[in-house]
């Protein structure tokens, strides 16, 4: 007799094949005696329905034009990472990233230059990160990212060395037109909640606008309260 049915969801292989993605109903066997005399299992290969899945979620995820996560593949990282973080006792740092000037960018290169501009930033933000890193495109021209176990120090010098690389690139937005670009960047450590950081991190990128862009300023811990 059948005691009940429970689904069980997992990778799984079998000798030499590829892995696959197995969907399983298991039930503990009752003998006569009212005890479990083994069990009964059921599998379905899901591979190409997790596959879709998860190519829907990856999708749901990220930024079509930068390639990046979006705000809200953005949100579910940095969470994930922040919770690693707390339990092995390391510090973050959230850096916020705005272009400078974007508006004057589409304004005379179209949104076509400006695109193209937003490309080219992101994939240079992106290559100054490391892989245990996240960076997304929370919107417009404006950019986050965790640098997990990252001290405020360490996190400010690796906000200039992107600061530098953006401001060296040389981006054709056309023929025979160069768009010069710069961001303004602003730091702050972590401390509470993902929202609570970004909301320390807005103040300090707007007073990197405010001191003339193309500049990092942190939010530093002893003005946190």
Known sequence: M???????ENWAASGGSEPFFADSMVSTLVGETGLPDGFAVITR??????RREETLRAE????PLTKLVNRRGFTSRADRLIKACEANGVSAVILMFDIDHF???????GHD????????VADALFSGMRKLDVLGRLGGEEFAALLAGASLEAGLRAAEGLREAVAALTIAVAP???CPVTISIGATLLVG?????????DPALFAAKEQ???RVVANPPTALT
């Open 113 to 120: 230059g400006g695109d193209i501009v937003l490309r080219a």
């Open 2 to 8: 059948f005691s009940g049915w429970h689904r069980v």
């Open 45 to 50: 290969d899901a591979t190409e329905a997790r």
């Open 176 to 178: 025979d037109e160069i």
């Open 193 to 201: 909640s993902l929202t609570d950081a970004l909301s320390r991190a």
């Open 60 to 63: 749901a995820d990220t930024d």
């Open 103 to 109: 508006k004057s960018v589409n304004d005379r290169f």
């Open 212 to 214: 003339g862009r193309n």
